[in-house]
């Protein structure tokens, strides 16, 4: 059975890879702390934590996040856990629109509330590292609590697709009577084309009175 490696806000710590990051952990209530990472288009902020952990046993690292979900699809929160001496021996998870499944999927107030569980095995080493990878995208990261309480069974289910589907932008195509970009500039060239008509009236006027044409004849 796997041994489960619990997030603990207290053992990350931005790494100094970090760009324009706006990250803090802070308590939300007496017993809970999170990490609160803000994030923006040309933000990216690592949170980083050094283990010493047992060789050749399987782990499962957990944690809970609500935000993490980026409308336009150009964020992405990524959980890379490799060993310190071999970053090529490790694992990438993507969790940012729930590309890895979560455990758990639930309705949070105005929130989506998701619980991963990423597993891995230390195989030969003993010193590992892992590091949560927040890149243009809000969310908040904290220890989950236990899977089977009543506090999650009592969530609405909701997955991801479900939420996006409610927070997408209203699109000017979503009208029922049409697209108003096309009847905008319907409505201009009609214009355009009564101006034209009449400046070209006003034209056939003048050449009349001054027997000239500013038009070839057919």
Known sequence: MSKIIEFDPSVFEIDKRSKNSSAART???PD????DISGSRRSRTLLVSDMHL???TDYVFRFAMT???DLSHKGSVQVMIFPSADFDKGYAYMTENSRFAPTISKRFGAELLRVFELPFCTAEFDSWRIVLICDRT???IF???DISSYSYSSLEDLTCEEWRSEHRPPS???DDEGDPLADYFS????GAEKDLRSLQELLRRAEEAANFSFFDDD
Do not use: L, N
Request: aromatic share 20%; hydrophobic share 40%; proline share 4%.
């Open 54 to 56: 047992q060789k050749y």
């Open 67 to 69: 935000g993490g979900i």
């Open 143 to 145: 220890a989950p609590e």
């Open 32 to 35: 809970t702390e999170v990490w």
């Open 187 to 190: 409505d201009k060239f009609d």
């Open 172 to 174: 000017m195509w979503d």
């Open 27 to 29: 308590f939300i209530s």
């Open 138 to 140: 809000d969310a908040r």
